[in-house]
């Protein structure tokens, strides 16, 4: 048996209840302070829908769950995030998909640990308890086959059997350290085929770790894996990876034996270690002190271990032991299962980050674009100009994975990348007590992995000279669109804020695609994340756009309404669209690249005047006729709007552009001439320099009437003097 014995975590349990009952309609899983996992069935019935109802759930208020544990009892209500359905199989008793993840509107209570996940192997001793959570009703079951996305589970003919309100919980291992999946269901004697009903008494079936990971996966929900827990391979595992564990645990061996060889110095460092782990205390099997190969097995096994015992060792090692802990530290850097932070550590910055985020969400991405400036950064901190505080886990864990920079010199480690930031969030934190807080864990973290006090001052006089510097106002937003060759209504995109003195700030640059409604939303907070500047509010939207994306309804996605939504649940949260909200203008810098003299042409023709305006009709409505007018009678006018048919109207678009036409306006969903004065309340014959404010006005007041008739005017608005910023991104070499 290990020395390191982990509690009964599988003491802990979280339920999902019925609407209106204190009765639980199945269990689930904490896969992170701030979400849970369980079966899409499981919320079916918890709903008093349908079990295998494909449909995602709408309308419906929140969900309650319950936790309990050991003497304690908390609830909380929850949101779907993720909804993964139930797929059911001609004539098969199982079925696929069957995942949904639900936010917590409030954290978990500290007293539940997240699940930490392993892989799902035959011969797998598990134990499951009932969502309803008493202790009494634990299930013991083995893994007798895997295959495919199904675990199948065979009971002995004692104790209690998995059956109804088992679904969504997770399956634990015996000493409680992990779980290999979920369960699902219990082969019911009327489901038993082709078995007979006595040879499926105790079969039951579950969706192993390994098809929850690729089903999460599949559904684009990387953020919530990158929050799960997974347990490192045993040292003693034959699975694979169990060879490459038990290398690392012998490459830290020696290092740990010139730092604890004495039994009774480790002993108490492990005990201290495995108190601040939560592991059990004392050891089930009466040694003072675990041998120095258990200790080094444990430390790459428990992605805390590490750190946490260097927190311990740092402050009482001098000279030759700095050394061997210099040493511990960096191979620990090389171990993927190894954390930066330890729990102490990790869970105080936590903490100042959600004081630091409560009051200003924008601080962190701030900070981060500064600190981090060379580096792609992490999840949601790369993806929106705010920060929530369910945010944050996945912001920290996704910074300590980060490899380090180049050394500071006479071979002290480099400044991580989470120190700096936090450095320069704490040189703008909004009050003194989380500055000092930050600053002070900026000191233990360095003192721990041996950081020169020199490089980590530096990295302070680089925080407070851009905490105390103005930037240049903001002038306009540039959002860059390009579709996603799979999905049509799935995007890329990427946000910046253009300044007056033509620097650039990216703002939200999300890895993966988005949808319409989710880049509305990072619009509007990437504007409202310039509370405070000279111009706010920031009004002006330019999209940037390849050819082919010159006809997206771009003015028409909806900008969401944040926290002053939920005032109002019943509505669905309130909606504005976002060329109601801002001057939505397409630049499309494609055409410059086609046509080698457009940006001269644009120039020149701002400089011309405004000499007109030309409007389009039946008259001029070939492509042959418009070049010729471009080109001789209206060579200098600075805009054109154009009617007609969509194939032709499409054609004119590429002409104007080429030419070097700035300001080209049509209706996008007119049909032809006949719908030509729909653009009559836009004045296009007025004021040019006043254009993009009169569709503002005219997409505000069609937004938000029924009238379904009415144009869908699209603007292109290329200014010469404010050129779209470069698409060149450098990153960190290392």
């Not at 004119?652 to 306006?665: E, I, K, S, T, Y």
Request: aromatic residues 4%; hydrophobic residues 40%.
């Amino acid at each position: 048996m290990t020395w390191f014995r982990r509690p009964a975590t599988a003491g802990t349990r979280v339920s999902l209840l019925y609407e209106g009952s204190t009765k639980a309609a199945g269990a689930a899983a904490l896969l992170s302070p701030r979400r849970v996992l369980t079966c899409a069935h499981v919320v079916n019935d918890a709903l008093g829908r349908d079990l295998y109802s494909p449909e995602r759930p709408t309308g419906s208020g929140p969900l309650r769950i319950a936790f309990r544990g050991s003497g304690a009892t908390g609830h909380r209500t929850a949101t779907l995030s993720v909804w993964v359905p139930p797929q059911r199989r001609p004539s098969a008793v199982e079925w696929e998909g069957d995942l949904a993840v639900l936010d917590l509107d409030e954290p978990a209570p500290r007293w539940l640990r997240p699940v930490v996940w392993r892989d799902m192997v035959e011969g797998q001793e598990l134990r499951a308890w009932h969502g309803g959570g008493e202790a009494i009703t634990f299930a013991d079951t083995v893994v007798r086959l895997k295959e495919g996305r199904f675990g199948y589970l065979d009971g002995q003919l004692s104790g209690a059997a998995i059956g109804p309100g088992y679904s969504g919980g997770p399956l634990w291992t015996r000493d409680a350290s992990a779980a290999a999946g979920l369960v699902v269901a219990h082969l019911m004697p009327a489901q038993a085929q082709p078995l007979q009903a006595q040879q499926a008494v105790r079969r039951s079936w579950a969706v192993p770790w390994q098809a929850v990971r690729d089903e999460l996966a599949r559904a684009g929900a990387v953020d919530v894996l990158d929050e799960c827990a997974v347990a490192g391979p045993r040292p003693n595992c034959a699975r694979q990876g169990g060879q490459e564990a038990a290398r690392s645990a012998a490459a830290l061996t020696p290092v740990l034996r010139a730092l604890l060889d004495d039994p009774e110095r480790r002993g108490d460092h492990a005990r201290t270690l495995a108190a601040g782990l939560g592991y059990a205390l004392p050891p089930a099997d009466g040694r003072p002190a675990p041998t120095v190969e258990e200790l080094a097995e444990f430390l790459v096994a428990e992605e805390r271990a590490l750190a946490t015992l260097t927190e311990s060792l740092a402050p009482a090692v001098h000279g030759a032991g700095r050394e061997a802990l210099n040493s511990l530290l960096a191979l620990g850097r090389l171990e993927e299962n190894v954390r930066l932070l330890s729990v102490g550590e990790h869970r105080q910055l936590l903490e100042d980050l959600r004081r630091v985020t409560a009051a200003d969400a924008t601080l962190v991405p701030r900070a981060a674009r500064e600190a981090l400036r060379y580096m792609v950064l992490p999840g949601p901190l790369g993806a929106s100009a705010r920060l929530t505080e369910a945010d944050l886990d996945t912001v920290v864990l996704g910074l300590e994975g980060y490899p380090d920079g180049p050394s500071a010199g006479g071979g002290a480690p480099p400044v991580p990348a989470l120190l700096r930031l936090a450095a320069f969030v704490a040189s703008a934190a909004p009050d003194a007590a989380t500055r000092g807080s930050l600053h002070a864990w900026c000191d233990r973290v360095a003192q721990r992995l041996g950081i020169s006090p020199i490089a980590l001052a530096e990295r302070r006089a680089d925080a407070a000279n851009w905490a105390a510097h103005r930037p240049s106002p903001v002038s306009r937003i540039v959002l860059r669109l390009s579709a996603d060759r799979t999905d049509p209504d799935r995007y890329r995109c990427r946000i910046d804020l253009m300044r007056k003195d033509g620097s650039t700030t990216g703002v939200a640059s999300p890895e993966g695609t988005c949808t319409a409604e989710e880049i509305g939303r990072l619009v509007r907070e990437a504007a409202e994340g310039c509370e405070g500047d000279d111009t706010y509010p920031v009004t002006q939207v330019d999209v940037v756009v390849g050819r082919d994306g010159l006809q997206l309804p771009v003015d028409g996605w909806d900008t969401g309404s944040g926290a002053l939504g939920d005032l109002f649940p019943d509505l669905g949260g309130l909606r504005l669209a976002l060329g109601a909200k801002y001057r939505v203008a397409l630049r499309c810098p494609e055409m410059s690249r086609r046509s080698p003299r457009r940006d001269s042409e644009m120039r020149r023709r701002w400089a011309a005047g405004h000499a007109g305006l030309l409007v389009v009709d039946e008259t001029s409505g070939t492509v042959q006729q418009l070049y010729q007018l471009l080109e001789t009678s209206h060579k200098d006018v600075a805009g054109v709007v154009l009617h007609g048919p969509r194939e032709e109207r499409d054609r004119l678009l590429d002409l104007c552009l080429a030419l070097g036409v700035p300001v080209v306006l049509w209706d996008r969903e007119a049909d032809g001439h006949g719908h030509t004065a729909r653009l009559d309340a836009l004045a296009p014959a007025g004021p040019l320099h006043q254009l993009p404010e009169r569709v503002r006005e005219f997409r505000a007041a069609v937004f938000g009437s029924s009238v379904s008739s009415a144009a869908r005017p699209a603007l292109v608005w290329e200014d010469a003097e404010l050129p779209v910023p470069g698409s060149l991104e450098l990153l960190d070499p290392s």
